[in-house]
């Protein structure tokens, strides 16, 4: 990883250094679990291997000790490669007996990912203060990464700006702790903040609303004579008919509920903010099957639409996107049914 950062291939996409939290993340915190720990974690000890694409690439490290490593005076600081940095700051003066060792390693993976996301250059140029001066723990800190200098989700943001402080007590409690901060709703933050950009003018929000439900009655025209009939014609341009306005904040507040229904994971208990609208559909007579296709052309029209920033391209959008639909689809989908049978008993 060290020539990986260091020749120019920084900085790492949001999704890339999460993929690095977790994998090289989760063995750590194995290894911690069997009391293995003190781990020499820095960009050389890793290995990034080779794939066609880099959302495929992967990573190994050999989880050796750190104990080998001499404690570094602050000549010897100075005079040091970047890696040097890896050294946490409460081990100056070999006191790394009176501190958390597991804590240590949150710290070293945390910096990694740090460097990751700012490119080695940007990171040599923070740490500058660092290596010239005679080390203080108690008054140095990493310059906590921010929105104008980091395009990435802030939850990422926030959980490494954590793991990289210089008081270990200021730290996560576990490095399981951690990735939990970075692996969970990392998808839900982009998706929040895609859609942030789609509606940020009332001009973007009519033509996303225009566009999807222009794709969505040209692919499945049936759906307009059942459903959108009475609501008059939907033309690329010009004037947007008032009947359709009530349907355009019923489908942001949709995407709204599915984005938050996403992230409550397993705390789904019923009836949940999805329910009634499933029930209010099977009442309408909307079809269960009908549900896939809507999250496919809702899904193209907010990645056709949105313009994400550098650090998250289309692919990664896209994939966000359906990661963040897929729950509240198939919850409603499968509730809809539920439904649609109980009514069918009651005719019965």
Not at 15 to 27: E, P, Y
Not at 39 to 53: A, D, F, R, V
Not at 195 to 221: A, G, N, V, W
Not at 233 to 247: D, H, K
């Amino acid at each position: 990883m060290r020539a990986f950062l260091d020749e120019g291939h920084g900085p790492q996409s949001a999704r890339f250094v999460q993929k690095f939290l977790t994998t090289i993340g989760g063995a750590v915190a194995h290894a911690h679990r069997k009391g293995v720990y003190d781990l020499n974690i820095k960009p050389p000890n890793i290995i990034i291997t080779e794939q066609e694409t880099p959302s495929d690439r992967s990573f190994m490290m050999s989880l050796n000790s750190y104990r080998e490593e001499p404690f570094l005076d602050d000549e010897r600081w100075r005079a040091e490669k970047k890696d040097v940095f890896y050294v946490p700051l409460e081990y100056r003066g070999g006191s790394e007996e009176e501190s958390d060792l597991r804590l240590a390693d949150q710290y070293r993976l945390g910096l990694v990912a740090y460097e990751m996301l700012v490119g080695a250059a940007r990171f040599e140029e923070l740490a500058k203060g660092l290596r010239e001066r005679v080390i203080n723990p108690a008054t140095w800190v990493w310059p906590a990464l921010e929105e104008k200098n980091c395009k990435c989700p802030e939850q990422l943001r926030t959980a490494v700006n954590r793991m990289v402080n210089v008081d270990p007590n200021d730290r996560y409690d576990t490095l399981a702790d951690a990735l939990q901060d970075v692996a969970t709703n990392l998808y839900t933050e982009i998706a929040r903040e895609s859609y942030r950009r789609i509606l940020e003018t009332q001009e973007k929000q009519t033509e996303f609303f225009r566009s999807f439900y222009i794709s969505f009655l040209d692919q499945f025209p049936k759906a307009e004579t059942r459903f959108f009939e009475k609501f008059g014609a939907l033309e690329p341009t010009g004037e947007v008919p008032e009947t359709w306005n009530r349907q355009f904040q019923l489908l942001k507040e949709a995407v709204l509920l599915l984005v938050v229904f996403s992230a409550l994971h397993e705390d789904r208990h019923e009836p949940n903010i999805l329910t009634r609208i499933a029930e209010e559909h099977a009442k309408r007579g909307m079809p269960s099957f009908l549900y896939p296709d809507f999250a496919i052309v809702l899904i193209d029209c907010l990645v056709r639409l949105d313009q994400p920033p550098d650090s998250i391209d289309k692919h990664q959008l896209r994939r966000a996107w359906s990661n963040v639909v897929r729950p509240g689809i198939e919850y409603l989908e499968t509730k809809t049914k539920t439904f649609e049978a109980a009514m069918w008993r009651q005719k019965d």
